[in-house]
């Protein structure tokens, strides 16, 4: 009984020395290497300095600013409409005539391109000898 | 271009070297822009759309061929045969083009025969048919 009295006795003043000394040791290492934490960054909001960009220009017509990059540069350049003219549109295919030398030869010509372009008209595209 | 003439030739067909020069000088006398464009025989010219219509062959001319045609069959048939394995094309191809503000147009005359009574009138009728395209297009 004496013997496990001190036993256990010299058992814990060994666990506790040990431990003791580790921890200082640990202790030791964290003071010597410091933990370097990130600050939080502050985000900004991003504008845009170069770029299109769609204003509204004293007249009351929108129109779109082009800001250059490295260059000081700002081009304005209208909002584009589609206009409602009919010339703008190619409703008609492109008409071809086609001939042969003997007919591009001959005193008629003019009447033939005049007589097939009637045609072409009709069909809406190509016409004439292939 | 309002108004251009193209013509569409071979670097080694007789007709087109005669063609040329004239169609050149016409386009000078008017001041249109010409424009030669070799293009070579297995080319797609301008009149037609693949090279699936050109018909030169035998069977051909033995089925469709006019009765003169028939007849001269036996002479023609190396020749024929030749143009079929080169993929011949026919030269020159003149384009006449221009734009009467609402669409493009085009002329498309086809041969060209530098040694027959007909180039005179054929050059003569393509200058008046310019001269007058110019007048139109241009408003002059």
């Known amino acids: 009984m004496v013997y496990s009295v001190f036993y256990y006795a010299s058992e814990a003043i060994t666990r506790f020395t040990i431990g003791l000394t580790l921890k200082i040791l640990e202790y030791m290492q964290q003071r010597r290497r410091r933990m370097v934490e990130e600050k939080p960054k502050e985000e900004k909001p991003s504008v845009p300095t170069w770029g299109?960009?769609?204003?509204?220009?004293?007249?009351?017509?929108r129109e779109y600013v082009w800001i250059g990059k490295a260059t000081n540069l700002k081009v304005s350049i209208p909002e584009l409409v589609k206009l409602p003219i009919q010339a703008h549109e190619l409703r008609k295919p492109p008409t071809r005539l086609f001939f042969t030398f003997a007919e591009a030869a001959s005193k008629n010509w003019f009447k033939e391109i005049e007589w097939l372009a009637e045609q072409a008209e009709k069909r809406g595209g190509v016409?004439?000898?292939t | 271009?309002?108004?251009e003439v193209i013509v569409e030739a071979d670097v080694q067909c007789p007709r087109c070297e005669k063609l040329v020069p004239m169609l050149?000088?016409?386009?000078?006398?008017?001041n249109i822009p010409f424009i030669v464009k070799y293009i070579g025989s297995r080319a797609v010219a301008a009149h037609e759309e693949s090279v699936a219509s050109r018909t030169f062959s035998l069977e051909w001319v033995e089925r469709h061929g006019l009765q003169e045609h028939k007849k001269k069959l036996k002479k023609i048939a190396p020749?024929?045969?030749?143009?079929?394995?080169?993929?011949a094309q026919t030269f020159p191809n003149v384009i006449i083009r221009w734009h009467d503000g609402v669409r493009p147009k085009e002329i498309v005359i086809r041969g060209f025969d530098p040694y027959g009574k007909e180039a005179k009138t054929y050059l003569s009728n393509i200058y008046m048919l310019l001269k007058t395209l110019k007048s139109v297009v241009y408003r002059r």
């Open chain 1, 52 to 61: 299109f960009f769609s204003t509204t220009n004293p007249y009351g017509v």
């Open chain 1, 127 to 129: 016409a004439g000898a």
């Open chain 2, 1 to 3: 271009m309002l108004l």
């Open chain 2, 24 to 30: 050149r000088r016409i386009c000078d006398d008017l």
């Open chain 2, 79 to 87: 020749i024929l045969n030749y143009m079929q394995r080169i993929g």
